[in-house]
């Protein structure tokens, strides 16, 4: 059974910091690019960060460039989304998903597996 299972959300003052991590069971992790997306209410699902297979590259959004970091860990099938100087605007529920291929991209329609998703709400 594929799943992804994000956790580490929560609520954080503006200016706080989350980590978020995704657990990946029932499908190859090491070979695969990984990526974090997030949805507000009313808003169509975007890109956050993602890296490659070997961790080797790693891409962000504008918006959170130099305040997000993502990583993973292949030995423990994992990856993490390290938060930090968070804002109000950063108030969304995030995903973590899977690529088909290894090479970090920012294009939804390439993932095929996504997580539940985690809530990450940010007060001012």
């Known amino acids: 059974q594929v799943q992804l299972v994000e956790s580490g959300g929560g609520l954080v003052q503006a200016g706080g910091s989350l980590r978020l991590s995704c657990a990946a069971s029932g499908l190859t992790f090491s070979t695969r690019a990984m990526g974090w997306f997030r949805q507000a209410p009313g808003k169509e699902r975007e890109f956050v960060a993602t890296?490659?297979?070997?961790?080797?590259?790693?891409y962000y959004a504008d918006s959170v460039k130099g305040r997000f970091t993502i990583s993973r860990d292949n030995a423990k099938k994992s990856a993490y989304l390290q938060m930090n100087s968070l804002k109000p605007e950063d108030t969304a529920v995030y995903y973590c998903?899977?690529?088909?291929?290894?090479?970090?991209?920012?294009?939804?329609?390439?993932?095929?597996?996504w997580g539940q998703g985690t809530q990450v709400t940010v007060s001012s």
């Open positions: 998903a899977q690529d088909r291929w290894g090479g970090a991209t920012s294009r939804l329609e390439t993932y095929d597996y």
């Open positions: 890296i490659s297979w070997s961790g080797g590259s790693s």
